[in-house]
């Protein structure tokens, strides 16, 4: 193989690790900070298949459980944490 696609393949294969390594990183550390420094391509890939939804909210008078309501995150009011 040509040695330039050797090294195209290595410097790939090495950003794809460090890209892994952030996204588990932002997973499972708790920290909003390390979320933050994933890139654009970064949070697409790792939230590809999450549910979404758009919500458009007054941030003067809404509240959390407001939202968590409006996105569907619980049934019912009395089973969210926060009521």
Do not use: H, I
């Not at 696609?5 to 909003?32: I, K, M, N, T």
């Amino acid at each position: 193989m040509d040695s330039r696609y050797v090294c195209l393949l290595q410097f790939c294969a090495e950003e794809g690790l460090a890209s892994a390594v952030r996204s588990s990183d932002a997973l499972y550390s708790g920290s909003v900070d390390q979320l933050a420094r994933l890139s654009y391509d970064e949070l697409g890939s790792l939230f590809a298949n999450a549910t979404t939804c758009d919500l458009f909210l007054d941030p003067e008078t809404t509240s959390l459980l407001d939202v968590v309501m409006k996105a569907n995150c619980f049934r019912y009011e009395s089973k969210s944490v926060l009521s």
